[in-house]
């Protein structure tokens, strides 16, 4: 998912895009909804990293619904 398109900052230096990889996404018929999923260990090095994606992802995907296990 892109969570922030990439630009050229005032300085003329290119920022890639940002992107958000869930475990697994699909069509939930019977709620008829779309499903995000995402599974953490506790042990993530990249947890406060994975707040801020999550964070972004809720924002822009509002229409998805978002389940995680950590």
């Given at each position: 998912?892109?969570?922030?398109?990439?630009?050229?900052?005032?300085?003329?230096h290119?920022?890639?895009?940002?992107?958000?990889?869930?475990?697994?996404?699909?069509?939930?018929?019977e709620?008829d909804?779309?499903?995000?999923?995402?599974?953490?260990?506790?042990?993530?090095?990249?947890?406060?990293?994975?707040?801020?994606?999550?964070?972004?992802?809720?924002?822009?995907?509002?229409?998805?619904?978002?389940?995680?296990?950590?």
């Open positions: 998912f892109l969570l922030q398109e990439g630009f050229v900052d005032n300085q003329g290119k920022q890639r895009p940002i992107y958000y990889i869930c475990d697994f996404f699909y069509y939930n018929v709620a909804r779309w499903i995000v999923e995402d599974v953490k260990s506790t042990v993530t090095s990249h947890l406060e990293t994975y707040r801020i994606k999550k964070k972004l992802f809720l924002y822009k995907y509002q229409g998805c619904y978002f389940n995680e296990e950590i």
